[in-house]
């Protein structure tokens, strides 16, 4: 059981193991990584080796479980490598519901984690450009959602909430936090808009690429995981999370020593793999730099005014380095765009 986090019951696991056929178990192992309010599992049995998870609350909406599972098999089958759900025995489905507990199993798939190479990180934009031309075409009878992280009045709900006298403090720091980083996010939300976003199609994306939800094999990507997070939206959305979740400089435990700038070999290194397959226009080319602070600021909002934390990590911390790296993009906004806009020609 991982120390300190949720978990399975015996008899719990019992009943869910029942309504899938992988045979007899003869190896189950708690997995500590990832969420710790969601319990996973390993089990290893004789029809092969197996993942399993029990969703948090606030993410087990039938409607929106499923939908995701939609867009993952038709990915799967499409020889897309994301990991494979295994399904009920009874009813033949990927979603279990149990006394308002929403478990999922899915086929274990050995893989490393990123190891930073310039091979590993041109297959990530490679791979997400792949995964968005699949998806153009897909089609369901559910709408997922369309919130994103650009121009979003709940983004500066958040910060004006982090800015009131409420939360100020004796030293005021979170507040004066706050108030910097509000007219960051909306210089960025104003140039992406002059850039055209409100006419950009909008399709299924992934919603999440980053390091942790993929898995390598000889500098290749041999799995894609969590789809939970899947939703209607340009995919120039995608491309700018994924070049600043794979470019951002942190390690340390204490985000305070995190130096303010970026790996740009990595950031321009996620799009070098993407326009191997897809070609983005001028426009968001020239859009992508504020795309990554609006989407750096939004991620870290959020969790802050719910619980005054990041992870386990200080709320003002987290959002001190953030502004620093948010102010370290807007001031080499224009650097950045001529490198992305060189990238791009042979």
């Known amino acids: 059981m991982p120390k300190g986090g949720a978990h399975f019951t015996p008899e719990e696991l019992v009943r ?8 007899v178990v003869h190896k189950a192992e708690a997995v ?17 080796k197996f993942f399993l998870k029990r969703r948090s609350r606030s993410r087990n ?8 599972h939609a867009v993952q098999s038709y990915l799967a089958k499409d020889g897309y490598p ?48 792949g995964l968005h031309r699949r998806l153009a075409d897909f089609k369901s009878d559910a709408r997922p959602p369309q919130a994103c992280f650009h121009d979003s009045a709940t983004v500066r709900r958040h910060l004006k909430t982090l800015g009131s006298d409420r939360l100020a403090g004796p030293d005021r720091q979170m507040q004066v936090t706050a108030e910097a980083l509000m007219p960051l996010y909306n210089g960025s939300s104003a140039r992406v808009n002059q850039c055209g976003f409100d006419s950009w199609q909008e399709q299924i994306i992934h919603g999440d690429w980053h390091p942790g939800n993929m898995l390598f094999n000889d500098g290749r990507i041999a799995a894609v995981l969590d789809f939970d997070s899947v939703r209607l939206a340009p995919p120039v959305i995608d491309l ?3 070049m600043l979740q794979f470019s951002i400089v942190g390690g340390r435990p204490n985000p305070a020593e995190w130096p303010d700038y970026f790996d740009q070999n990595k950031l321009l290194g996620v799009l070098a793999g993407y326009r191997q397959v897809i070609e983005p226009d001028r426009n968001k080319l020239n859009a992508l730099v504020d795309l990554m602070i609006e989407t750096m600021i939004a991620e870290a909002v959020l ?39 060189a990238s791009g020609i042979s």
């Open 240 to 242: 700018a999370n994924a």
């Open 82 to 129: 994301a990991v494979s759900l295994v399904t009920t025995r009874d009813a033949g489905s990927t979603v279990l519901q149990i006394n308002h507990h929403v478990y999922e199993m899915f086929e274990f798939v050995t893989g490393s984690r990123y190891d930073g190479s310039a091979e590993q990180t041109l297959d990530i934009g490679r791979r997400l450009a």
């Open 16 to 23: 869910v193991l029942s309504h899938y056929d992988i045979g």
């Open 32 to 48: 500590s990584a990832g969420n710790r309010r969601v319990p996973k599992m390993v089990f290893l049995s004789e029809k092969g």
């Open 303 to 341: 969790p802050v005014v719910a619980t005054g934390f990041f992870g386990n990590l200080s709320g003002l911390d987290f959002l001190k380095m953030i502004l620093r790296k948010a102010k370290w993009l807007d001031d080499n906004r224009e650097k950045l765009a001529q490198c992305i806009i």
């Open 61 to 68: 909406d039938l409607k929106w479980v499923t939908f995701a």
